[in-house]
């Protein structure tokens, strides 16, 4: 058997220290030691730099971000201004919202790719209105349309409004004297067959941010008041021999209390086929996914002192 010199010794202690400084980093590496010098495996870092020492010079020159759920960070969108059609909300006229007034996010989940999901921590200053059986079919994917511009070049893999996990964008026009649309395929999560239904595809962003907020509460941007939000989902109900509901759900504060909701876009008749066609409008809170390796430059991670992305 080999003996262990105190020279092998003192490698292992560097392997074991550096092991834990690159694990408090959120850089996770296999350590070498070996006698002449000390590497290891950047397989999984992102690292370029194979040598321990040139591969913490990496990480100190370049900040590599080391956001994990609950920290805030800034970014400012690209677009500030953007019309949001008639033809997408069934409402009576454009309407115009500015994404780059939300500036400020917080991380409500690491993937294990490298990617990061933050939400924004207040609510758009506008509200987005919703009307009648085209605000119903073509809710979902209007409000990712909206979601869209909240992109940031260099930054954003990808953006989302606050509940969508997949629902169906845009539901087939109303079909047959009922004027009911065609609902999506069951067992998606989000059929409405008869009765009072909605998806459930939106809980997994419920989840996420009630987890780090512990409520889904959030302030229009600019002010201390808390106000509505969409959530990406719909709801429908049936109330037998008199009416069915077209819905979109809400995030509902009122009289100091919170809790989802709807907002009633279209009511059917059963009695007499007329339709009760109405307005539903609230603010919107928009989802950002942000690319791998993003770096900071500075900041500490609170609302007060948020990170600044490089």
């Known amino acids: 058997m080999n003996k262990i010199t105190k020279r092998d010794v003192k490698f292992i202690i560097v392997g074991i220290v550096l092991g834990l400084i690159f694990a408090g980093t959120g850089v ?38 080391p956001l994990g759920p609950g920290d805030r960070f800034t970014l400012v ?17 454009n309407q115009t919202i ?13 993937n294990s ?18 009307y009648g059986m085209t605000g119903y079919t073509k809710f979902v994917g209007t409000l990712q349309t909206i979601a869209e511009q909240y992109a940031k070049t ?14 169906t964008l845009v539901l087939s026009n109303p079909v047959s004297t009922e004027n009911h649309p065609v609902t999506p395929t069951s067992g998606t999560g989000e059929e409405f067959d008869g009765g009072a239904g909605g998806d459930t595809l939106y809980l997994k962003d419920y989840l996420l941010i009630n987890n780090i907020y512990e409520t889904l509460n959030a302030n229009k941007v600019g002010t201390n008041s808390i106000t509505n939000y969409w959530l990406s989902s719909r709801y429908h109900t049936y109330y037998a021999g008199q009416s069915y509901l077209y819905s979109g759900r809400i995030w509902y504060y009122y009289n100091n209390s919170s809790f989802i909701s ?16 109405t307005s539903g409008c609230s603010g919107f809170r928009p989802i950002i996914t942000l690319k791998p390796n993003i770096r900071i430059s500075s900041g500490g991670g609170t609302k007060t002192n948020p990170y600044i992305l490089k």
């Open 28 to 65: 996770y590496a296999a350590i070498l030691y070996q006698s002449s010098d000390v590497s290891y495996d950047n397989s999984n870092s992102g690292l370029s730099s194979t040598n321990v020492q040139a591969a913490l010079d990496e990480l100190y020159n370049n900040h590599y971000l």
């Open 98 to 110: 500015n994404p780059n007034e939300l500036t400020l996010w917080r991380v409500i989940k690491k």
């Open 154 to 167: 260099g930054y954003t893999q990808s953006t989302r409004c606050s509940g969508y996990d997949g629902q």
């Open 262 to 277: 709807n907002s009633t876009f279209n009511d059917w008749r059963e009695k007499d086929g007329g339709n009760g066609e």
């Open 77 to 93: 969108p690209d677009s500030n201004s953007y019309t949001i059609s008639t033809s997408l909300t069934g409402y009576s006229s």
């Open 113 to 130: 790719d490298g990617t990061i999901e933050a939400i924004s921590e207040y609510v758009s200053s506008a509200t987005v209105c919703f």
